[in-house]
């Protein structure tokens, strides 16, 4: 497989995003855009993953750290 995916999780507090148009007020039925459940956070790698198969029949895979800060996917 050709590609890369990743999930970028940020805590609202880290995003410096200028206060135009509210961009810094939470969205609703979102708590955070930070650390998250393992499960979760496999579940959307792996949908991600369904979205660039096209691009080979090649191995696929993911891993994620236990802190779930970095997670490189080799494949």
Request: charged share 20%; hydrophobic share 30%; aromatic share 2%.
């Amino acid at each position: 497989m050709c590609g890369i995916s990743c999930i970028l999780a940020l805590q609202h507090s880290h995003h410096k995003l200028p206060d135009v148009a509210n961009l810094n007020k939470p969205i609703p039925g979102v708590q955070t855009n930070g650390d998250t459940d393992h499960t979760k956070l496999a579940v959307e790698l792996d949908a991600s993953l369904d979205q660039i198969k096209h691009r080979g029949p090649d191995s696929r895979g993911q891993w994620i750290s236990n802190d779930k800060r970095v997670g490189p996917l080799i494949s």
